[in-house]
């Protein structure tokens, strides 16, 4: 098959909607993370059809020296694969060139901790003249433990 990229794009997205009713957002998100590579590709002389793990590891590269985040390579290579997914499904290439492609690890922020006098507000909070106060309180030393 001769397709052009916008195409294949097109073809993908439609998938999308009509097999796994996924929304207009969603759809929205693929189109511009496949409409990004496909620019690039073209840059390069490439098609989807043409591209290589070479060529989308470049492109990875490339967006990292562009400073953009982690998440956002990440959300792209994800969308990537599906659509290589489904061009190998459709039987439109015979080799996934982004199997073997690692999307940049992500991390998990750590969560926000409380400051010394907000513990201390937290403590004195509840009212200890009622037993309700006092297993309040008894709780909060313990989850702060």
């Known amino acids: 098959?001769?397709?052009s990229n916008d195409e294949l794009m097109g073809q993908f997205i439609d998938s999308l909607w009509l097999e796994r009713g996924l929304s207009e957002n969603t759809r929205d998100a693929y189109y511009n993370d496949l409409n990004q590579l496909s620019a690039w590709l073209v840059k390069q002389g490439k098609t989807f059809l043409t591209a290589g793990s070479d060529e989308l590891r470049a492109c990875v590269?490339?967006?990292?020296?562009?400073g953009i985040s982690a998440r956002?390579?990440?959300?792209?290579?994800?969308?990537?694969?599906?659509?290589?997914?489904y061009l190998l499904s459709e039987q439109i290439i015979k080799e996934n060139p982004v199997a073997l492609i690692e999307a940049p690890n992500i991390g998990r922020?750590?969560?926000?901790?409380?400051?010394?006098?907000?513990?201390e507000k937290l403590l004195a909070a509840p009212d200890l003249d009622t037993d309700i106060g006092l297993r309040d309180?008894?709780?909060?030393?313990?989850?702060?433990?």
């Not at 590269?61 to 562009?66: D, E, I, M, P």
């Not at 309180?137 to 433990?145: G, I, P, S, T």
């Open 72 to 85: 956002s390579i990440s959300r792209a290579i994800s969308a990537w694969r599906r659509f290589y997914r």
């Open 1 to 3: 098959m001769n397709a």
């Open 137 to 145: 309180r008894a709780m909060l030393e313990v989850l702060y433990a």
């Open 61 to 66: 590269r490339s967006k990292t020296q562009r």
């Open 109 to 119: 922020p750590l969560p926000n901790s409380l400051s010394e006098q907000d513990v």
